[in-house]
């Protein structure tokens, strides 16, 4: 039995600390006016899994342009972070991986501001680069050209045997998921045999996006479902493959952004994920362009 890979969350001590002083400085009635005031702490940013390498990046040249500015980071799951957020989690914003989860979190009153999309991802599925799919003359393990190689390395995947983890589905590269095999279900080239076939395959199903892409990495899967992005993280670019679905099948997800507090440094933040530095980074990343 696979087991599940723990979040990659903040200590809760100091999570709490955070939170504490950012209730302090809130009674104070601190909300200072000039960009370079700081109220004392970092900007505490709840955020997706997948946007972990994009972000503390993207964090680093924000202090750049804002010395003195800081920024924390809480990576999980959207939807775990949502609960977290509707049971009394304080933190500055939230960057989810889609807009369901933004949604729900708008509907429990805990935004402060209007959410905004900010950047758009595609779904791949992932292999592990010594998997027994890929031919073993393949230059660099790389996966064939040909739209028809494609389509047969993909029904592979499908065939008894394999070992396929994916993220729950309420999470939101889950709900993804289960769109690209509704999609790829109504398709000639794969069909109803297809869908079947890689469900009965699956072995895990992780909380977040990270945990499927770790499993894949260690080999301790043949396959899985995840971003575009995942497969150009650092940690496991040389161990993995992506495979791109066929375009016309593949699924867009959509990323917004939200405040949850009121400060300077908060609209500071946000700003920079979506001006053109920001947005520049998060393309290096593989990201793609908010949604209109």
């Not at 972070?81 to 949604?103: I, N, P, T």
């Not at 279900?185 to 045999?193: E, L, V, Y």
């Not at 699956?202 to 080999?219: F, P």
Request: net charge negative; hydrophobic share 40%.
């Amino acid at each position: 039995m696979l087991k599940h890979q723990g979040p990659r969350l903040l200590p809760i001590l100091a999570f709490c600390a955070l939170s504490i002083q950012a209730c302090e400085s809130q009674a104070a009635g601190n909300r200072p006016e000039d960009d370079g005031a700081l109220t004392g702490r970092p900007v505490l940013v709840l955020a997706a899994a997948s946007l972990s390498d994009a972000f503390e990046d993207l964090a680093t040249a924000y202090s750049r342009a804002h010395p003195g500015a800081q920024v924390a980071f809480a990576f999980d799951g959207s939807q775990r972070l949502r609960v977290q957020l509707e049971h009394g989690a304080e933190a500055d914003v939230f960057a989810s991986a889609d807009w369901r989860q933004m949604r729900a979190a708008e509907k429990a009153g805990v935004l402060a501001g209007e959410p905004r999309s900010f950047a758009s991802n595609r779904l791949v599925f992932l292999l592990h680069r010594d998997t027994r799919f890929l031919p073993p003359d393949a230059e660099d393990s790389s996966p064939p050209a040909s739209q028809a190689e494609v389509n047969r390395l993909i029904s592979e995947i499908a065939s008894p045997g394999t070992k396929i983890v994916v993220a729950l589905e309420e999470s939101p590269v889950g709900q993804y998921t289960d769109e690209l095999l509704d999609n790829m279900n109504s398709d000639p080239n794969f069909g109803q045999r297809f869908a079947v076939g890689l469900s009965s395959n699956i072995v895990s199903r992780e909380t977040n996006v990270r945990g499927v892409v770790q499993k894949v990495a260690l080999g301790e899967a043949d396959a899985g479902i995840a971003y575009r992005t995942d497969a150009m993280a650092p940690q496991v670019a040389s161990r993995v493959v992506a495979v791109e679905p066929p375009e016309h099948l593949n699924v867009t997800a959509d990323y917004p952004i939200a405040a949850l507090s009121d400060t300077v440094q908060v609209d500071q933040f946000i700003g920079f994920v979506l001006s053109a530095e920001g947005q520049s980074i998060l393309g290096r990343h593989g990201f793609g362009p908010p949604q209109p």
